[in-house]
């Protein structure tokens, strides 16, 4: 049977906290990596995926999965998917949960993905700039921790994948000195 396949750009971003659900639910798939080469022009090359892109369905994007013939564009819908299939109780025992890990995920993505990762890919390297327009948008992730194991409580959630990541790159925007502001967030991860 075909494995499935995971595509996404040779990078961390949005891939690394699936390949670590995936590895975490033992799921045997293909890892797709695109690349971007520098021309000598002084361009980019980025042909490795845009020559794929028009087979990718109505809403072309990476990260993506496909599993058959059945393919998935959007970090949260790929996430819960692999969740859903492959670790079930990654998905909530009750709809409360679930519902909630949902909601928190709708909280952390555009902070992590449209203030941090896409400024940065835009070129912004100030990161003093980017704390100072993020730090008000982390305080309450961070206060949501206090007293709980998870991001939903007691219940490790397909989220907690993606909070993890996304510590990293706030860790990395804060050049190393995040926890010493939010210290809930190493208990969190030393957790994990
Ligand atoms: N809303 C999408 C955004 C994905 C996205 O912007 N992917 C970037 C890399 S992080 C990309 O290069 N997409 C390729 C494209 O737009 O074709 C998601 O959350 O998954």
């Given at each position: 049977?075909?494995?499935?396949?995971?595509?996404?750009?040779?990078?961390?971003?949005?891939?690394?906290?699936?390949?670590?659900?995936?590895?975490?639910?033992?799921?045997?798939?293909?890892?797709?990596?695109?690349?971007?080469?520098?021309?000598?022009?002084?361009?980019?090359?980025?042909?490795?995926?845009?020559?794929?892109?028009?087979?990718?369905?109505?809403?072309?994007?990476?990260?993506?999965?496909?599993?058959?013939?059945?393919?998935?564009?959007?970090?949260?819908?790929?996430?819960?998917?692999?969740?859903?299939?492959?670790?079930?109780?990654?998905?909530?025992?009750?709809?409360?949960?679930?519902?909630?890990?949902?909601?928190?995920?709708?909280?952390?993505?555009?902070?992590?993905?449209?203030?941090?990762?896409?400024?940065?890919?835009?070129?912004?390297?100030?990161?003093?700039?980017?704390?100072?327009?993020?730090?008000?948008?982390?305080?309450?992730?961070?206060?949501?921790?206090?007293?709980?194991?998870?991001?939903?409580?007691?219940?490790?959630?397909?989220?907690?994948?993606?909070?993890?990541?996304?510590?990293?790159?706030?860790?990395?925007?804060?050049?190393?000195?995040l926890f010493e502001e939010f210290p809930l967030f190493i208990i969190y991860q030393n957790e994990f």
């Open positions: 049977m075909e494995k499935p396949t995971l595509g996404y750009w040779k990078i961390r971003a949005l891939g690394a906290h699936l390949k670590m659900l995936l590895e975490y639910a033992g799921v045997d798939y293909e890892n797709r990596e695109y690349e971007i080469y520098k021309k000598a022009d002084g361009g980019y090359d980025m042909t490795d995926y845009n020559d794929e892109r028009p087979t990718l369905g109505p809403f072309p994007n990476i990260p993506y999965f496909k599993d058959g013939d059945y393919l998935l564009t959007e970090t949260g819908a790929v996430t819960r998917y692999i969740a859903a299939k492959w670790a079930p109780h990654l998905c909530g025992s009750t709809p409360e949960v679930s519902a909630m890990a949902d909601m928190l995920y709708s909280i952390w993505h555009p902070i992590r993905f449209s203030k941090l990762t896409l400024s940065m890919a835009m070129g912004c390297a100030d990161k003093e700039m980017l704390r100072n327009d993020v730090r008000e948008n982390i305080k309450p992730l961070h206060n949501w921790l206090a007293g709980k194991k998870w991001l939903c409580g007691e219940e490790l959630t397909w989220v907690d994948f993606y909070a993890y990541e996304a510590i990293n790159i706030f860790q990395f925007v804060w050049e190393g000195r």
